[in-house]
């Protein structure tokens, strides 16, 4: 615990001890290197293990996709034999069934062949042939497809065969025909000699394949690491290490089942009977790789999977024995060096004991060491001439700390007297127009000389100042409050802040001896019109926050500080505060912040400091920081004073590039064709440069951002307006009559208006460009309005009086949620 005392005989703990902390930190800082190769070789070979292991799994599972495919493709290659061969021979039975026994005898792996021909479907043949031949041992066993008991002309593996195109692999099954052991079949519609595919079938060739023959090639990989799948044709898990799944489920069902959170990759893959590698973890969080392979085009699929643990296991154990070892070897080469430490520190422990009873007032304590030459010598004798006046000292330190204890009092409680004259943030709401005044002050010193105020002096009516006495400290708390009191008695009696700074300078320059003087900006806002006054007595410029984010400072015409002498020359500044726009006034603490370069913060700085859509709380506090940011460590010069006040409209969110103090330019012509209530909306004016175009992209892509649209809509939204703007702004406006656009969003959909007063120009009426025609023999122009064509979801055009009013829309999706899962 910081500052808690040793134990009385002055000895240090062993863990406390600077020899033990030389010792420790030079170990471990050693340990540390050995730590991170060890750690670099460790993870190394990890990965290494790892890229094996799954390039190992992706060879195994190839190879045994090969056999696989041999085995199935050799049965298929059979069944297309005697397919076209049971139709070649004839009606004649007894060719049939040595064409079956063939067949049979030809390829090991069928254990069961059957012929079907419809009656009278081959020349000759009215009964037709139905025969099932399979092997019971080294025998084969015979029989009519109708001793089986059943109408094989209703069975759906029959309707399946001579409807299809082509063959197919039935899913497993078993049943008392074959003995309870699972089958699949290979089917294939039987046509005569030079029928196409999609000629109608006579029949049905089938070829019967043991599952137990497919599962023998795919289980010899189980276990060691390894996992391997089989799915039949429709999904079915034939081979899973899991019984509750292993022919019972099927591959959709996997993700969904306890522990198969990862395995939406492999249900993908067998439904679109592709290939895949991906990697996933197992219920318990290992981490797991798995390939999946189509097997030829039969329909059935191959997966393997590797087990990272089990690669890893043998180098888990193999690093956890060097890493205890390591411990072991660290332990004993840490005894053995503070063994052999304590000859450094024993004299630096017991000057600290001396010391320690110094601390406690005991200053005739045994100083040991004063008469040794070396180092420890110089410092006993330090520590001998430091008891002399130390006693001296702390008499004095008395003396001034309860002096300093009363002053600062009294300078806490003048402190909170000058906090408690300034206002609190407020908002002021009149017809649809809201308006906030915030403010941060910041005093170098305990008090300081910088001021502020705002007050709704009568209805609808925003009244505010802000102010920087001369000097610092309580003289300048002292002005300041007079100041403040002089300039709100004036406001009540003078309604334009000219008229209250001329009526405040003669009262301030009344009976002021020491001199001092204020520099205030005044300023009267009319909430609902935006009407804004503003007066100057020698202070800094305003800032002014455009809608777009440019950043300027008003030049406003100063007078003369306040409390020099009198003085009515205080020229009026009158603009329009327009919606969504902030004015931030400050002191020249703001600009006059030096870092620890002695660099001052200066006006460049201030100029980019705020960020579009600032209100007025969130500009104070951005500019605060900044300044903060910028002077560091360095110590404060001067108060710091910030008030801004913000201007929006309830409900609505508003972008306007001619927005802020310009008294000078007129205002954009409203829409005659408004949106719906409740839609975000955006309306924007547009002059002749390419900056005034940017300005009303970046406009459009702030309001789908907003509503959390996708990148390509936002992309394809941009183009649009730029195309737009851009044709409008080379051939349709004038200096007086500039493009106007507004824009919503609402239903999904990007709701965009173009107005303009040039000459008629309907760009749905314009044939789109040949662009299959080389670029030199391609007309000039035409290219841009095909663009809008293509990208927008549907293009109106009217001319409505003098004004060409393009309307637009553009479907919306939302963006992807950040935070969701990939």
């Avoid at 008991?149 to 209703?154: K, L, V």
């Avoid at 798995?290 to 087990?307: E, Q, R």
């Avoid at 009363?406 to 809201?434: C, G, N, V, W, Y």
């Amino acid at each position: 615990m910081p500052g808690a005392a040793p134990a009385a005989s002055g000895n240090v703990r062993w863990r406390d001890s600077l020899r033990t902390r030389m010792v420790l930190w030079s170990s471990l800082l050693n340990a540390g290197l050995l730590l991170l190769t060890a750690l670099a070789f460790y993870f190394g070979a990890r990965a290494l293990i790892v890229q094996n292991a799954r390039a190992e799994a992706d060879g195994l599972a190839r190879q045994t996709v090969r056999s696989l495919e041999a085995t199935l493709e050799s049965v298929q290659v059979s069944g297309r034999t005697l397919a076209a061969s049971a139709t070649g021979v004839g009606a004649q039975p007894s060719s049939l069934r040595s064409l079956l026994v063939a067949s049979l005898a030809g390829d090991p792996d069928i254990a069961g062949a059957m012929i079907i021909v419809d009656p009278g479907q081959l020349p000759g043949d009215d009964d037709g042939f139905t025969w099932y031949i399979r092997r019971d041992g080294k025998a084969l066993v015979e029989q009519s497809v109708a001793d089986l008991g059943y109408d094989y002309t209703t069975m759906p593996w029959y309707t399946r065969t001579v409807a299809a195109r082509g063959p197919w692999w039935s899913e497993p099954y078993a049943n008392a025909a074959t003995a309870g052991e699972y089958f699949s079949t290979f089917n294939l519609p039987l046509r005569r000699p030079g029928d196409p595919d999609g000629a109608p079938a006579v029949g049905m060739v089938s070829l019967d394949v043991p599952v137990e023959r497919l599962v023998a090639l795919v289980g010899g990989f189980n276990g060691a690491g390894l996992q391997p799948m089989l799915f039949s044709p429709e999904g079915l898990a034939v081979v899973h290490a899991d019984p509750e799944v292993q022919m019972r489920r099927n591959a959709a069902e996997l993700p969904a089942a306890p522990g198969g959170a990862g395995l939406a990759p492999l249900a993908a893959a067998i439904a679109a009977h592709g290939a895949a590698t991906f990697e996933h973890r197992d219920a318990a969080g290992d981490a797991l790789g798995t390939v999946v392979l189509p097997v030829g085009d039969s329909g059935w699929t191959y997966a393997l999977t590797v087990s990272d643990r089990y690669f890893l296991h043998r180098l888990d154990r193999t690093a956890l024995g060097v890493a205890l070892a390591s411990l072991l070897a660290l332990g004993v080469a840490l005894w053995l060096a503070r063994r052999y430490s304590g000859a450094i520190a024993s004299p630096i422990e017991k000057l600290t004991d001396s010391a320690h009873h110094f601390s406690q007032g005991d200053f005739e304590y045994p100083l040991p060491y004063v008469q040794r030459s070396d180092e420890v010598g110089v410092m006993a004798r330090a520590f001998d001439a430091a008891r002399g006046s130390i006693k001296q000292q702390m008499h004095e330190i008395g003396q001034m700390a309860s002096a300093r204890q009363k002053l600062e009092s009294e300078l806490s409680i003048a402190r909170d007297i000058q906090q408690s004259m300034l206002p609190a943030a407020r908002a002021f709401d009149t017809a649809h127009m809201h308006v906030e005044a915030h403010a941060v002050l910041e005093p170098a010193t305990a008090v300081g000389g910088d001021f502020y105020q705002f007050s709704e002096l009568e209805p609808g009516v925003l009244w505010f100042v802000v102010g920087d006495v001369s000097d610092k400290g309580i003289p300048a708390a002292l002005f300041m409050a007079r100041t403040l009191t002089v300039l709100e008695q004036m406001a009540r009696r003078h309604g334009t802040p000219a008229k209250i700074l001329a009526a405040a300078s003669v009262r301030l320059a009344e009976n002021n001896e020491t001199c001092m003087f204020a520099t205030v900006l005044c300023g009267r806002l009319e909430v609902a019109s935006g009407r804004i006054q503003l007066a100057s007595a020698g202070h800094d410029p305003p800032l002014l926050l455009h809608v777009d984010g440019r950043s300027e400072l008003l030049q406003v015409a100063g007078g003369m500080p306040l409390g020099f002498e009198p003085s009515d020359d205080f020229p009026p500044y009158e603009g329009t505060l327009a919606a969504g726009t902030t004015l931030v006034g400050y002191t020249d603490g703001v600009t006059e912040a030096f870092d620890a370069d002695n660099q001052a913060y200066g006006s460049e700085r201030l100029l980019r400091a705020l960020a579009r859509g600032d209100s007025a709380e969130a500009a104070c506090r951005r500019l605060l920081e900044d300044v903060r940011r910028f002077a560091g460590g360095a110590p404060q010069s001067d108060d710091i004073t910030i008030l801004a006040i913000s201007r929006r409209r309830e409900g609505e969110a508003q972008v306007d590039s001619r927005a802020g103090l310009d008294t000078a330019r007129p205002a954009a012509h409203p829409s005659t064709q408004p949106f719906q209530p409740g839609e975000a909306q955006v309306r924007i004016a547009v002059a002749h440069t390419q900056d005034d175009i940017e300005t009303l992209a970046s406009a459009v892509e702030d309001l789908l951002a907003a509503h959390g649209t996708a990148p390509m809509p936002m992309h394809d939204a941009r183009l649009i307006v730029e195309e737009v703007a851009c044709n409008a702004v080379a051939h349709a406006v004038a200096p007086d009559t500039p493009l106007e656009l507004r824009a919503g969003v609402a239903d999904g959909r990007l709701w965009l208006e173009f107005r303009d007063r040039g000459a008629p120009f309907d760009p749905t009426l314009h044939d789109s460009p040949a662009l299959d025609l080389d670029i030199d023999a391609r007309p000039v122009g035409g290219l841009g309005v095909h663009l809008v064509r293509e990208l927008a979801d549907s293009i109106d055009y009217r001319r409505n009086g003098d004004c060409n009013l393009l309307r637009i829309t553009l479907r919306l999706e939302a963006a992807p949620d950040m935070e969701s899962p990939a």
